[in-house]
């Protein structure tokens, strides 16, 4: 008489999480998002662009674990869930602005890769998650144009419609992810190969001593205020005591400096 009582609990247990357990992926979501806020005018179409881009992560995520898994079925359901959350938003997002098809084409040729990654279960070489980045670091420059909304809807129009400070903070969004999973790894997944340490020290620095040039281009005085953000990031990359530190408590030191990154970002943008 007890197995009906247990056996609905079992059940329940082994169902699949309807989010993915990469939490740090969801900073990586909003901080282009964000910098992309800063350049572009205000427009309603950001919440459907901005429900679209979340949505869209954890959608890839299980058609990527569909593709690799032996046992598919155990994603249709949240892969389901996070499909029928994108698509409204995505329908409307491209209603609004119908040139955004061009980017959807461009996101699923570089999606593509990511496919092929998964097929042959090597997801987290980091060739793969420099695709990651390009994908995120690029939705800055089109949240500023979904904003902007140019009279154009062929690409090169577009490309010439995208104002330069949202090229450089496309890059910025570029080298701070990038800079942050060469970090994350060396802490956990490589932590025993010590050239991802070494790349991660080296890549700060050199964001670092690059952001003069980056200050330079964005125009003075304000460009100066880019700057600090790259010294916190490489503060955080050449400290070399991570023991006993919970990837809890590294996902948190990573926003902390996201969130450096988005303020002076903003300061520049404010004084510019």
Request: charged fraction near 15%; hydrophobic fraction near 55%.
């Amino acid at each position: 008489m007890t197995a009906p009582d247990h056996a609905p609990r079992n059940r329940t247990a082994q169902r699949t999480s309807l989010f993915p357990p990469q939490h740090g992926a969801w900073a990586f979501l909003g901080l282009p998002l964000a910098l992309g806020f800063l350049v572009g005018d205000p427009a309603w179409a950001w919440l459907p662009l901005a429900w679209a881009w979340i949505a869209a992560y954890p959608a890839s995520y299980f058609v990527l674990s569909y593709v690799r898994a032996r046992r598919p079925e155990r994603f249709r359901r949240p892969l389901l869930v996070w499909a029928a959350l994108f698509a409204p938003a995505g329908l409307a997002v491209a209603v609004m602005r119908p040139w955004l098809l061009w980017v959807a084409l461009l996101y699923l040729a570089s999606f593509a890769v990511n496919l092929a990654y998964a097929r042959r279960n090597r997801e987290r070489d980091l060739v793969n998650d420099a695709v990651f980045v390009a994908q995120c670091s690029g939705i800055v420059v089109v949240t500023g144009l979904v904003g902007d909304d140019p009279d154009e809807s062929m690409p090169a129009g577009l490309l010439a419609a995208v104002p330069d400070q949202a090229w450089l903070l496309a890059l910025v969004c570029a080298v701070v992810l990038l800079g942050s999973t060469l970090h994350v790894k060396s802490l956990l997944r490589e932590r025993r190969d010590p050239r991802y340490a070494r790349a991660s020290r080296a890549f700060a620095v050199a964001c670092l001593l690059a952001s003069p040039l980056l200050a330079l281009v964005w125009g003075l005085p304000a460009g100066w205020l880019l700057v600090p953000g790259f010294a916190v990031l490489a503060a955080r990359a050449l400290r070399r005591d991570w023991s006993g530190m919970r990837p809890g408590t590294i996902g948190m030191v990573e926003l902390g400096g996201f969130v450096v990154v988005l303020a002076a970002a903003g300061a520049a943008v404010a004084v510019a």
